[in-house]
């Protein structure tokens, strides 16, 4: 059956460090992913995509990798802040299907 | 530009009671989603349209549920009888297409209660 992994314990970090969150998946052939952020009480807030022909894709301070080989993608965010807190989802399409199927999300912590 | 605009924020009922989500999405998009999120989980697809047509509704529990979007841009969707296991959020989203060249834009949800 088709899978979407992300890690469902929260990821507790230092201010200035790197998060680095993953997102899994399996039987999947998506042409691209996409990570969201979301605060609680609020709608999902789009962030990156980067599409399956592409390894790596930069924002401001957000990096993320896209591996079609180990059906992984990885979103890191350098120099993490106190207002970086919030729920990532990872979110891709079903080959073609123009529908994204959300992850359940990881929890960012990141103590001052 | 103005988001997507749900309402209402918060509903709270009792089972076997009607209840209706309205969302308003942003001006131009012609492609609208509904999903549900439940506590601790990622959104869940209910129903898409393209314009004022449903073109996947595969997910939604048609029994109970059912949506519209006349003239191809607000959106109700409706649970009659609500059951138990309907609380969650609801949330709306909206693109200016599809594919990769179009993100969703979503709503801060309806959040559903049923007691």
């Known amino acids: 059956s088709q899978k979407i992994e992300q890690n469902s314990e929260a990821l507790n970090i230092q201010e200035g460090k790197t998060a680095t969150l993953t997102c899994n998946y399996t039987?999947?052939?998506?042409?691209?992913l996409q990570w969201y952020r979301q605060d609680p009480g609020r709608g999902p807030v789009f962030l990156l995509l980067?599409?399956?022909?592409?390894k790596e894709k930069r924002k401001e301070r957000l990096k993320v990798t896209f591996d079609t080989t180990l059906k992984q993608s990885l979103f890191h965010i350098t120099a993490s802040q106190p207002a970086d807190s919030a729920t990532y989802l990872c979110a891709l399409d079903s080959g073609g299907s123009y529908i994204p199927t959300f992850g359940r999300g990881t929890s960012l912590i990141v103590h001052p | 530009e103005a988001g997507v605009v749900q309402s209402p924020r918060y509903k709270i009922i009792e089972k076997k009671q009607p209840v209706a989500f309205w969302c308003n999405p942003i001006s131009g998009h012609n492609t609208l989603y509904w999903y549900r999120q439940n506590l601790g989980q990622g959104p869940e697809l209910l129903i898409r349209?393209?314009?004022?047509?449903?073109?996947?509704d595969s997910q939604l529990p048609k029994d109970r549920f059912s949506a519209e979007r006349l003239k191809g841009v607000d959106s109700t969707l409706k649970i009659q009888p609500a059951e138990l296991g309907d609380s969650a959020v609801y949330l709306c989203?909206?693109?200016?297409?599809?594919?990769?060249?179009?993100?969703?834009?979503f709503g801060n949800g309806t959040r559903l209660t049923v007691t």
């Open positions: 980067i599409r399956e022909n592409e």
């Open positions: 349209y393209e314009n004022e047509e449903a073109v996947d």
């Open positions: 039987n999947y052939s998506p042409a691209y």
């Open positions: 989203a909206s693109s200016g297409g599809t594919g990769d060249n179009s993100p969703l834009h």
